[in-house]
């Protein structure tokens, strides 16, 4: 008799379907049972958080869902009670929705403004030719660009050596103060001499 019982419930639980919630992201505070919320197929792409599931298990005489808002009007009360804000509604091969994920809207960041991106400046073209002496070959030295040859250094004019008068050996100064009163001597007897050799007149 207690298993026929058992057998019963079994069947009966089978024919009418089940519908399981399970929370699955950070609690939230329930909402009263007459809230309203999004129905969603898509996911979106940012602002809100799964915070529960709802599994609706088709049975041979309910849960059979093939209407969006006959499947919300059901899991209607467990949305409102996980404090969702929408449920994404899934649906199986046979376009039958056994599953919704109840979601939470949360606030989103702004993005930053991205910044303009500054004009990348032209590479500066290197100058033609030298830059420094080191550029240059040999003692060459690099002027405008070009590596040239020194030019030679003016030599300073070679100064005037002052004017002496030629130096007289002192050996040489007395032999002339000898012959000096010798030529004074000599001359009276030149004169003698030309005097006796001059004619009568």
């Given at each position: 008799m207690v298993k026929t019982y058992g057998w019963v419930l079994c069947l009966v639980f089978l024919a009418c379907g089940s519908t399981d919630v399970t929370a699955t992201g950070p609690k939230a505070p329930p909402r009263p049972l007459t809230c309203d919320f999004q129905i969603l197929?898509?996911?979106p792409m940012s602002g809100y958080l799964e915070i529960g599931t709802i599994d609706v298990t088709p049975g041979g005489y309910g849960n059979q869902f093939t209407s969006l808002s006959d499947f919300?009007?059901?899991i209607h009360e467990q949305v409102c009670q996980l404090g969702g804000d929408a449920a994404f509604a899934s649906a199986n091969g046979y376009g039958m929705y056994i599953k919704a994920s109840v979601l939470k809207h949360v606030e989103v960041a702004p993005t930053?403004?991205?910044?303009?991106?500054a004009a990348a400046e032209p590479p500066k073209s290197k100058p033609a030719g030298c830059e420094?002496?080191?550029q240059c070959k040999g003692d060459r030295i690099c002027l405008e660009g070009k590596c040239v040859s020194p030019e030679p250094k003016a030599s300073a004019p070679a100064e005037a050596a002052p004017a002496t008068p030629p130096a007289v050996s002192s050996?040489?100064?007395p032999a002339k103060a000898a012959a000096a009163p010798a030529k004074a001597a000599a001359a009276p007897a030149n004169a003698a001499s030309k005097a006796?050799?001059?004619p009568a007149k």
């Open positions: 197929t898509s996911l919300k009007d059901h930053p403004a991205a910044r303009p991106v420094f002496d080191t050996a040489a100064a006796s050799t001059a």
